[in-house]
């Protein structure tokens, strides 16, 4: 199927180009590889033009094009964002691409976008929606669930949000285009992360008590000391705090542990 | 050590998980080491792995460029190597958790050295980027994700086969008991996890009284069962 690709000069939103629903199909799938070729030099870029191109078939000329390949230089080149949310960037860039957007607003859009994009989905997914979603399935572990129905609460909670959020920045992106900017300021992202913090600070408080008696299965006075102890060591561990990773500090202690345990 | 080469494959799809494709986030510990352990079946001792790695892997985001861990490799060592290692031995589950935690350290620098290779690629394939050649673009996303799938399988059977002859050892000379040694595991790991939760979290207002109220919710259900 063709699209009539309707050239403008400006970002706003007009009628959007069509593309067929296995073109999404693709693009999504894709999206799920955007950080295939995640380096230190172009970070996200390859990803971005990774997902745009079944898109950009779509221009005039085709795969074969000037269009095309002029597209795809410019949507592979640097970009930096949260995984996520590069779906924001995917749909409006396939949008602005196909509305025949003058490339220099194009490259200065790219410019604009990446570091929202990153800021905000790492406080929303990496330091809100994950623990939460692992916070909670630690809870679950606490109150004595099965091991794999466990496993099953943490990917169901984790991958509603996780695909949510995908398909909502795809949508976005290409029903705003280059005029995107405002949706960044839907509530979800700006009183997301807040609210998603208070959550997971409550589900861990539930969760640490219950999964440490689960792990520990012993009587009260054992898991009243590990919890004392964890408390003071966290104390330390937050005064520590960029001085200090916990996991090497648990890995040095857990190794001399093990050392004294074998050597006595 | 029959299970090694089925053991590698799995760690590498969910190796290739934690950041290349998909992230779904079944490359998580308390994920990666139950599969694992279920695996070599024991799943409920692979999740006791997975649940403390779980805790000392909050403090460890993936955020941007950091540099940081790889769990969902390290979490099948860790989870198969202690379910593996059995039920009735006093030390399976530091054990499972130790070699996670070194797998993993190990994984977050074979992520930076992907990276670089990654990098290496685009900079061989410059030209062709720049041209918009779409053959370019596919070819370093494929090969990234080749290259992420194979490192993750590599880091798995090398932990796994070098770890588990020590972890063996290590298993039947422990001396101290079960519960002395979950309780170390656990108090590190809920420190770690309470720290981290503070640094996460500590900046939204009012989150510390829903932790103190999640505390107690907590120690309630405990008390009622």
Same mark, same amino acid.
């Given at each position: 199927m063709?699209? $009539?690709?309707m050239p403008?000069?400006?970002p706003a939103?007009?009628?959007a180009?069509?593309?067929?629903?296995?073109?999404?199909v693709?693009?999504?799938t894709?999206?799920?590889?955007?950080?295939?070729?995640?380096n230190?030099?172009?970070?996200?870029?390859?990803?971005?033009?990774?997902?745009?191109?079944?898109?950009?078939r779509?221009?005039?000329?085709?795969p074969?094009?000037?269009?095309?390949?002029?597209a795809m230089?410019?949507?592979?080149?640097?970009?930096?964002a949260?995984?996520?949310?590069a779906?924001?960037?995917v749909?409006?860039? +396939?949008?602005a691409?196909?509305?025949?957007?003058?490339?220099?607003?194009i490259?200065?859009?790219?410019?604009?976008?990446?570091?929202?994009?990153?800021?905000?989905?790492?406080?929303?997914?990496?330091?809100g929606?994950?623990?939460? +979603?692992?916070?909670?399935?630690?809870? +679950?572990f606490?109150l004595?669930?099965?091991?794999?129905?466990v496993?099953?609460?943490?990917l169901?909670?984790?991958?509603?949000?996780?695909v949510?959020?995908?398909?909502?920045?795809?949508?976005?992106?290409?029903?705003?285009g280059?005029?995107?900017a405002p949706s960044?300021?839907?509530p979800l992202l700006? $009183?997301?992360?807040a609210?998603l913090?208070?959550?997971a600070?409550?589900?861990a408080?539930?969760?640490?008590p219950?999964?440490?008696a689960?792990?520990?299965?012993?009587g009260?006075?054992?898991?009243a000391?590990?919890l004392?102890?964890?408390?003071?060591?966290?104390?330390?561990?937050?005064?520590?705090?960029?001085?200090?990773?916990?996991?090497?500090?648990?890995?040095?202690?857990i190794?001399l542990f093990?050392?004294?345990?074998?050597?006595? | 050590?029959?299970?090694?080469?089925?053991? =590698?494959?799995?760690?590498?799809v969910?190796?290739l998980?934690?950041?290349?494709?998909?992230?779904?986030?079944?490359?998580?510990?308390?994920v990666?080491?139950t599969?694992?352990?279920?695996?070599?079946?024991?799943a409920?001792?692979?999740?006791?792995?997975?649940?403390?790695?779980?805790?000392?892997?909050?403090?460890?985001?993936?955020?941007?460029?950091s540099?940081y861990p790889?769990?969902?490799s390290?979490?099948?060592?860790?989870?198969a190597i202690?379910a593996?290692?059995?039920?009735?031995?006093?030390?399976?589950?530091?054990?499972?958790?130790?070699?996670?935690?070194?797998?993993?350290w190990?994984?977050?620098?074979?992520?930076?050295k992907l990276?670089?290779?990654n990098?290496?690629?685009?900079?061989?394939?410059?030209p062709?980027?720049?041209?918009?050649?779409?053959?370019?673009?596919?070819g370093?996303?494929?090969?990234g994700?080749?290259?992420?799938l194979?490192?993750?399988?590599?880091?798995?059977?090398?932990?796994?086969?070098?770890l588990?002859?020590?972890?063996?050892?290590?298993? =039947?000379a422990?001396?101290f =008991?079960g519960?002395l040694s979950?309780?170390?595991?656990?108090t590190?790991?809920?420190?770690?996890?309470? =720290?981290a939760?503070?640094?996460?979290?500590?900046?939204?207002?009012?989150?510390?009284?829903?932790?103190?109220?999640?505390?107690?919710?907590?120690?309630?259900?405990?008390?009622a069962?």
């Amino acid at each position: 199927m063709t699209v $009539r690709a309707m050239p403008q000069t400006t970002p706003a939103p007009g009628a959007a180009p069509s593309i067929p629903s296995w073109t999404w199909v693709a693009i999504f799938t894709r999206m799920l590889a955007i950080q295939g070729a995640w380096n230190y030099e172009t970070l996200l870029g390859n990803g971005i033009g990774f997902c745009v191109e079944p898109a950009l078939r779509y221009l005039p000329g085709g795969p074969h094009g000037a269009a095309f390949k002029a597209a795809m230089a410019r949507e592979s080149a640097y970009f930096n964002a949260h995984p996520y949310l590069a779906a924001v960037a995917v749909g409006a860039l +396939a949008r602005a691409e196909l509305s025949g957007v003058p490339p220099e607003r194009i490259e200065r859009f790219r410019t604009a976008l990446s570091g929202p994009l990153g800021s905000v989905g790492d406080r929303l997914v990496w330091a809100g929606w994950l623990p939460f +979603a692992s916070l909670v399935a630690l809870a +679950a572990f606490g109150l004595g669930v099965r091991p794999l129905v466990v496993v099953g609460i943490f990917l169901v909670l984790y991958n509603a949000g996780h695909v949510a959020l995908r398909v909502w920045g795809l949508r976005v992106g290409w029903t705003h285009g280059l005029a995107v900017a405002p949706s960044l300021g839907n509530p979800l992202l700006r $009183r997301g992360p807040a609210h998603l913090a208070r959550a997971a600070a409550a589900a861990a408080g539930v969760a640490l008590p219950l999964a440490s008696a689960r792990v520990l299965a012993g009587g009260p006075t054992i898991l009243a000391s590990v919890l004392a102890g964890a408390a003071l060591l966290s104390i330390v561990l937050i005064r520590l705090h960029g001085r200090l990773e916990g996991y090497k500090l648990a890995l040095v202690l857990i190794a001399l542990f093990a050392l004294i345990s074998v050597a006595r | 050590m029959r299970e090694l080469l089925p053991l =590698s494959l799995l760690g590498g799809v969910i190796g290739l998980d934690v950041v290349c494709f998909p992230q779904m986030m079944y490359s998580r510990p308390l994920v990666a080491a139950t599969v694992a352990g279920a695996f070599v079946g024991d799943a409920e001792r692979g999740l006791l792995v997975g649940v403390v790695l779980e805790l000392i892997a909050i403090a460890t985001l993936p955020f941007g460029a950091s540099r940081y861990p790889e769990w969902g490799s390290a979490a099948v060592v860790g989870g198969a190597i202690a379910a593996t290692l059995g039920a009735d031995r006093a030390g399976t589950v530091t054990i499972g958790v130790l070699v996670a935690l070194a797998t993993a350290w190990v994984g977050g620098w074979t992520l930076v050295k992907l990276r670089q290779w990654n990098a290496w690629l685009a900079r061989r394939r410059r030209p062709a980027l720049d041209a918009g050649a779409r053959g370019a673009v596919i070819g370093l996303q494929l090969a990234g994700l080749t290259s992420d799938l194979a490192r993750a399988a590599a880091l798995t059977a090398a932990g796994y086969g070098l770890l588990f002859p020590l972890a063996r050892y290590a298993s =039947s000379a422990w001396t101290f =008991s079960g519960p002395l040694s979950r309780s170390v595991v656990m108090t590190l790991a809920a420190a770690v996890a309470a =720290s981290a939760a503070w640094t996460i979290f500590h900046s939204a207002r009012g989150s510390r009284w829903y932790f103190a109220g999640g505390l107690v919710v907590g120690l309630l259900l405990l008390l009622a069962r």
